[in-house]
T-cell receptor, first 112, second 109 residues
Framework: DAGVIQSPRHEVTEMGQEVTLRCKPI?????LFWYRQTMMRGLELLIY????????DSGMPEDRFSAKMPNASFSTLKIQPSEPRDSAVYFC??????????FGQGTRLTVV | KNEVEQSPQNLTAQEGEFITINCSYS?????LHWLQQHPGGGIVSLFM???GKKKHGRLIATINIQEKHSSLHITASHPRDSAVYIC???????????FGKGTHLIIQP
């Protein structure tokens, strides 16, 4: 398996624009997680899904953030409208039941 | 909410030294994870443990559930071990991770 695949790897956008980050989990994994990493706050959980159903979105910072998982092989994290403080590295991870999580390479988002 | 504390924040050592990184947490957990993040940014899972001790090559992870404490040891450290090591915990079985701030390790030749 190619592992968890995220796209794009880098994204530069202007404030106010919509940004969509994409994630393809490892085939067979039933849990998917979105994390954000910043210098100030480190790694934080934004939202996670079990069997495509959102379980806990309490980490989503604002209504500008939304995440979907329409099927077992694809998830998106959308920011609309984007702001400079959203600049961070966004990681997607997946796991099977209660085993270790596998991380994607991350998307480095810069909002100018 | 679980608080995860790591120490030290930064560690510089000479090649060959024995390295210990510590992690403590405030609330009972279902599992503790040790992760490695290289300068390129990718995150790799090193260990997932809920009791006792695990070993993989030169890496050893231990956990004391009663004391809510875990350690990651690196024997015969090498410059390629230079990375950020992150401790993370889960409370429920399939919950997301709560992370420590990480330990930035530099091994000098």
């Amino acid at each position: 398996d190619a592992g968890v695949i995220q796209s794009p790897r880098h994204e530069v956008t202007e404030m106010g624009q919509e940004v969509t980050l994409r994630c393809k989990p490892i085939s067979g994994h039933n849990s998917l997680f979105w994390y954000r990493q910043t210098m100030m706050r480190g790694l934080e959980l934004l939202i996670y899904f079990n069997n495509n159903v959102p379980i806990d979105d309490s980490g989503m910072p604002e209504d500008r953030f939304s995440a979907k998982m329409p099927n077992a092989s694809f998830s998106t994290l959308k920011i609309q409208p984007s702001e400079p403080r959203d600049s961070a590295v966004y990681f997607c991870a997946s796991s099977f039941l209660w085993t270790e999580a596998f991380f994607g390479q991350g998307t480095r988002l810069t909002v100018v | 909410k679980n608080e995860v504390e790591q120490s030290p924040q930064n560690l510089t050592a000479q090649e060959g030294e024995f390295i210990t990184i510590n992690c403590s947490y405030s609330v009972g957990i279902s599992a503790l994870h040790w992760l490695q993040q290289h300068p390129g940014g990718g995150i790799v899972s090193l260990f997932m443990l809920s009791s006792g001790k695990k070993k993989h090559g030169r890496l050893i992870a231990t956990i004391n559930i009663q004391e809510k404490h875990s350690s990651l040891h690196i024997t015969a450290s090498h410059p390629r071990d230079s990375a950020v090591y992150i401790c993370a915990v889960t409370v429920g079985g399939a919950d997301g991770l709560t992370f420590g701030k990480g330990t930035h390790l530099i091994i000098q030749p």
